[in-house]
Structures are given as structure tokens and as C-alpha cells.
């Protein structure tokens, strides 16, 4: 009964399918485009992380010490316990009350010199530059895709497999097979849209590389 409608069952099937590719697509570009950025800022909040501890060496012996502790004490924070809570979508307050209490400390320094009023303002402004960059940090890991857009996906996932009923053959097993395969084919692109919307999360999400390479360098200045 099936294989008399193929024509028509073929034609509305790969109308659906073509629907459900561009959506599913734009989607995909979306997320994708979300998790460079969200890889971005991680390295660039590493950047900073890096600029502060360097532009410390301008400053007298004892506050360049504290300004460096503080920066090493953050590192320790997100590498030793923060990145592993992200990835299972949950924050302490560890990170910010460490950032926090470097950049009251560096507020309450005055300089005395033309040179470390240069060099303060420079420190000043990759601190802030480390703030922002967590923040947007945290933000990005946070963030996904709306309920909504879940329903949608999964809604027309399901309908655009539906469609494979519709269409008869003279193997059965030949049916089924091929619509299992158009199932899984989906849920490959559904698996790789979920990886990639919560970029710090699973398996597939981004790692503390750029701090564990900060993390060296100052190992490395340390020793000099």
C-alpha cells in the first residue's frame, strides 16, 4: 500500500529533510561560532592573567611580590579546582574572591615615581582586561540553547525520521535498516550541536591549556 504513494511520500519527505538541514545547520554554525568565541576568551583571560604578573616587575620589591602571589594564587584556583567544577556546569567563589582582593590591593597602591605611575596604569589596565575576560568566561559557560530550541530540534528530528514510514519497499528489513540509519545519522548531528553549545562541558569541551601554559611561564620566570 506504501510503495503505490513513493512519489508523493518521497517528494514531501525530502521538502521536510531539506527544512530540517537549513535549521539544523544555522544552528550548528551558530553554536559553532559560539564555542570559538568562548575558546577565545579563555586564552585571552590567560593573556591578561600573564600581562599582570609580567607588568608587576616594574614595581618595588615587596608590592611586586604580592601583585605576582596573587596572580600565582589565581592560576592555582582555576587550574586546581575551578575548570573541573565548570565542566560540570557549577562555580565556586574561590576565583573571584582571589581576583578580587589582587585588584583592591593594586587600587591601594600610590606611586611615587613618574615610572611606576606608568607602569600602574599599564598593570591597571590588564587586570581589568582579566576581569572582563572571566566574566564573559563564565558567562559563555552558562549559556546554551533555550528550551525551546531544543523542542524544535527535537520535534522535527522525530518527524523528519517519520517520514521514512512513509515510503514503501519490498524488503522490510531493507526499510527498517535504512531508517535506522537515517535515525542515527541525526542523532550524530544532534550529539555534536550538544558538545558544541555548552563549550566547557564533557569531554569535548575546552580545556585549561592557555592557563596551564601561563602557569609555566611563571615557573619559568620564577626560576630566572
Known sequence: MRRAHNDIAGYVSNIAAFVY???????????????????????????????????????????RQRVREGIRAYIDIVLGEEWALQARDRMNDGGWRAIEALHRT???????????????????????ALIDQRRLRILMGAAGLQP??????????????????????????????????????????????????????GGAGIGPEAFERVHENIRRVDGE
Not at 535549521?23 to 577565545?40: R, S, T
Open 21 to 63: 538541514a537549513v535549521l539544523l545547520a544555522f544552528l550548528a554554525v551558530g553554536v559553532w561560532e559560539d564555542y570559538g568565541k568562548a575558546q577565545l576568551t579563555a586564552q585571552l583571560e590567560a593573556a591578561a592573567a600573564s600581562d599582570v604578573f609580567r607588568a608587576a616587575e616594574g614595581y618595588p620589591e615587596a608590592f
Open 106 to 128: 593594586m587600587l591601594d597602591f600610590e606611586p611615587r615615581r613618574p615610572r611606576e605611575q606608568v607602569v600602574h596604569t599599564e598593570a591597571l589596565r590588564h587586570m581589568n
Open 148 to 201: 525551546v530550541v531544543w523542542a524544535v530540534i527535537l520535534v522535527g528530528s522525530a518527524l523528519t525520521v517519520s517520514f521514512a514510514f512513509f515510503l514503501g519497499t519490498a524488503n522490510v528489513r531493507a526499510h527498517v535498516t535504512m531508517t535506522m540509519m537515517l535515525g542515527a545519522t541525526i542523532g550524530l548531528g544532534l550529539f555534536l550541536l550538544i558538545a558544541m553549545a555548552y563549550p566547557f562541558r
